[in-house]
């Protein structure tokens, strides 16, 4: 959706969901979930105007729409039929997504690998191919990828500087590639706790030697001057801002958005919530519902803060078991926070709390510097990826299209009380 604000006129808001919410990895199981879910979401949100999504192509997918003219002409034609405009892509996980074990593997392959700047180039030019231009369009484009790769595959700075030359080459193929297309497309890195940059704050300081590397590479292949290596690729290489995992870390509001926005614009906000436990030693039921979310796909890192504002980390949910080393002072915590994205409209799940008042604030920060967005448009996306692994109770009432039409409705009225409605209706050209 494309949204407009009457005292922001040069300013545009572009509002999707995710499309790794979707199972399976092929592309005919894309153009089903395009059919069966987003064209009714968009029946529903937005009958009459052009709907905004966030492309997921699996690594198979994208490397078949990279070199197979046709599966990309199917692609294409269920997007332009339906009004689907993908302003945005997440490039993270390469394929199995949804598979039981995925875990940690969801970083393969990490940034010191050919594969995964590969992948993301052919997530890059699928989206140009795939958007459309003209009136009423994107003036740029976004692709999000982790930081770099898993946290315990660092073996020192010597990993970090490999995955940083990972992504100075991935931006000079991008800068080549908006130089061809005619638009901007920036890469988001994705701060997540236990990665290779956890916070936001942590990403800032790798996006200082990443983007050095990238600047140097762009000179060195004749690409840019030296003066304007520096201003280019603080445009190419930037943040995605998970509100999700910015929260889990104890990142959020204002803070969240300013560390995001250290040394480039923010690329693009992801709108997820965690789960939030306060006063765990206190809450037995509350700890036993935690615990029981536990499951084989996905990693739930949580955080706990104590009382001097020192954290506690465990890599997922069976690290917090009260047979597990060091329970005690996990107890001892004023809030446990759970990577384990929830529906974006909850303030509660089953006995649990939700960060989505921290979510909720980081939005009011980034619309209140529409001046810091870069190319005057915010891009936000929902990313409620896990609703498969959800109870029953946590969905909510209906179908997986009510559930996240719901959650389109909290963004809305959130972007509606800044004063951002969506626009009047516009034709888009393919």
């Given amino acids: 959706m494309r949204l407009v604000h009457p005292d922001h006129p040069d300013h545009v808001v572009w509002l999707g969901y995710c499309l790794n919410v979707h199972p399976g990895d092929t592309l005919e199981a894309i153009l089903e979930g395009l059919r069966d879910l987003t064209v ?3 029946e529903r949100l937005a009958p009459d105007a052009p709907f905004g999504v966030g492309l997921y192509l699996p690594g198979a997918v994208a490397h078949r729409v990279d070199r197979d003219a046709e599966a990309m002409g ?3 034609s269920c997007l332009e039929e339906n009004e689907l405009v ?3 892509a997440n490039a993270f996980p390469l394929g199995g997504f949804h598979r039981p074990g995925l875990k940690e593997g969801v970083y393969s392959p990490a940034w010191d690998t050919d594969a995964r700047r590969d992948y993301t180039l052919e997530v890059a030019r699928a989206l140009h191919a795939l958007c459309p231009s003209g009136p009423g369009t994107p003036r740029r484009l976004s692709v999000s990828t982790h930081p770099g790769g898993f946290g315990s595959w660092v073996d020192g700075p010597a990993t ?3 995955y940083s030359q990972g992504f100075a080459e991935a931006v000079a193929s991008i800068h080549e590639l908006c130089t061809s297309a005619g638009r901007a497309l920036s890469l988001g890195l994705e701060a997540e706790p236990r990665a290779s940059a956890g916070t936001l704050l942590e990403l800032a300081e790798f996006l200082v030697v990443a983007r050095t590397r990238a600047a140097r590479l762009l000179r060195e292949h004749g690409l840019a001057t030296a003066d304007e290596a520096e201003w280019l690729v603080s445009r190419l290489l930037g943040t995605c801002l998970d509100t999700c995992h910015a929260a889990v870390e104890f990142e959020e509001g ?5 560390h995001a926005n250290l040394g480039a614009p923010c690329s693009k906000i992801q709108l997820s919530s965690a789960l939030a436990l306060p006063q765990p030693g206190r809450s037995l ?6 615990l029981a979310l536990d499951e084989p796909v996905y990693l739930h890192q949580t955080t706990g803060r104590l009382p001097d504002g020192t954290l506690l980390r465990s890599t997922d949910l069976q690290e917090l078991r009260p047979e597990a080393e060091d329970a005690e002072r996990w107890l001892e915590c004023e809030e446990w926070r759970c990577h384990f994205h929830v529906p974006v409209d909850l303030e509660a799940v089953g006995g649990l709390g939700t960060t989505r008042a921290a979510m909720d604030a980081t939005l009011d920060a980034a619309l209140a510097e529409p001046d810091r967005w870069g190319d005057r448009e915010l891009h936000l996306e929902l990313e409620t990826y896990t609703w ?3 109870p029953d109770g946590v969905r909510g ?5 009510d559930g996240i039409e719901r959650e389109y409705r909290h963004a809305l009225e959130r972007l509606a009380l800044r004063g951002w409605r969506p626009a009047a209706p516009t034709a888009v050209s393919p």
Avoid: D, I, M, Q
């Fill in 285 to 290: 039921a509350g700890r036993e519902a935690l």
């Fill in 388 to 390: 498969s692994v959800l």
């Fill in 40 to 42: 009714p979401l968009r």
């Fill in 160 to 162: 970090l500087h490999a």
């Fill in 86 to 88: 993908p302003f945005t």
């Fill in 397 to 401: 009432a209906g179908a997986l299209v």
């Fill in 254 to 258: 204002a803070t969240a958005w300013s």
């Fill in 74 to 76: 199917a692609l294409r």
